[in-house]
């Protein structure tokens, strides 16, 4: 059974949202404000977290250049797709901006991608019990049921770890935007 086209058009449609970093910034920025945000306000933050300068750091050229690119075209584009409200120099998220979530799988550049970290997990798993069933691994100290407890252990606090650690990287959540 494959996508419906209108499931690979809301697809591309995120995926083109997420495409420009200013977006990206403007949602994490407003998801950390939690209420609704100034444009000037909104415009001095990225600037800063473009230039990797401090609020206090930044000249009002390169304000300027991002609050018009904002104005002009981010967040029209936002507002258009139903992510912002935007009116009167004013942006607040829209419940669906919660839906983008789902594209922002943000793996930290000095971590294992979970994928390959379950695959290494199943990998042990197999190894082990594989172990127990063929008589290679001692079931004296340890039955055979708690080598497969300590396998499902290992699944079930990697699991734990890993909704915790993916819910602290979403948009909104660090200090500065991923």
């Known amino acids: 059974m494959g996508t419906s086209t209108t499931d690979e058009g809301d697809r591309n449609e995120m995926f083109h949202l997420l495409s420009n970093h200013r977006r990206r910034y403007t949602i994490h920025y407003c998801k950390a404000e939690d209420g609704p945000v100034s444009l000037s306000d909104l415009a001095e933050q990225i600037t800063a977290w473009e230039q990797d300068k401090e609020l206090t750091e930044i000249t009002s050229a ?58 290494g997990l199943s990998a042990f798993g197999f190894v082990v019990l594989g172990g127990v069933s063929a008589g290679l691994v001692p079931t004296d100290p340890v ?36």
């Open 62 to 119: 390169e304000r300027k250049t991002v609050y018009t690119s904002l104005q002009q075209t981010h967040l029209p584009t936002l507002d258009e797709a139903g992510m912002i409200h935007f009116e009167n120099g004013e942006v607040e998220l829209t419940d669906r901006a919660n839906e983008l979530d789902v594209y922002l799988d943000i793996v930290p550049s000095d971590s294992v991608p979970w994928g390959i970290y379950y695959a």
């Open 143 to 178: 039955p055979t049921l708690g080598w497969a407890v300590l396998v499902l252990t290992l699944f079930a606090v990697s699991a734990v770890y890993h909704v915790y650690q993916s819910r602290s990287y979403r948009l909104g959540e660090l200090e500065t935007p991923p």
